[in-house]
């Protein structure tokens, strides 16, 4: 599996870099859903709370992609990995901007 994540192609740069948000993303979805079901009171007088959260976690949730990035770059000297890295996290900035402007 670690000989998988050591080379230096694009398609290893764009999984890693869709998939460790997606992750994440999961993680804190699944933590606010949970402090949501054991106090429900929070969405008393802020019934748009769920749409203002998610654009919020899709922010947080492309912070590994950084270290990832530099890493992939910086320590392993892989450029095409780097810009698979790159390009994904490029699609999940698009995917903060539809969830910021369409939601």
Same mark, same amino acid.
């Given at each position: 599996m670690m000989d998988k994540l050591r080379r230096d192609s694009y398609g290893v740069g764009i999984g890693l870099g869709l =998939? =460790? @948000?997606?992750?994440?993303f999961g993680i804190? &979805? #699944?933590? *606010?859903?949970?402090? =949501?079901? &054991?106090? @429900?009171?929070m969405l008393v007088n802020k019934p748009n709370l769920i749409e203002v959260i998610? @654009?919020? *976690?899709?922010l947080l949730a492309m912070i590994p992609n950084l270290f990832l990035l530099r890493y992939y770059l910086l320590k392993l000297k892989f450029d095409k990995? #780097?810009? #698979?890295?790159?390009g994904a996290t490029l699609v999940w900035a698009i995917a903060f901007l539809a969830a910021q402007f369409l939601m």
């Open positions: =998939l =460790l @948000p997606a992750v994440l804190l &979805y #699944g933590i *606010f859903a949970i402090v =949501l079901h &054991y106090n @429900p009171q998610v @654009p919020d *976690f899709i990995t #780097g810009r #698979g890295i790159i």
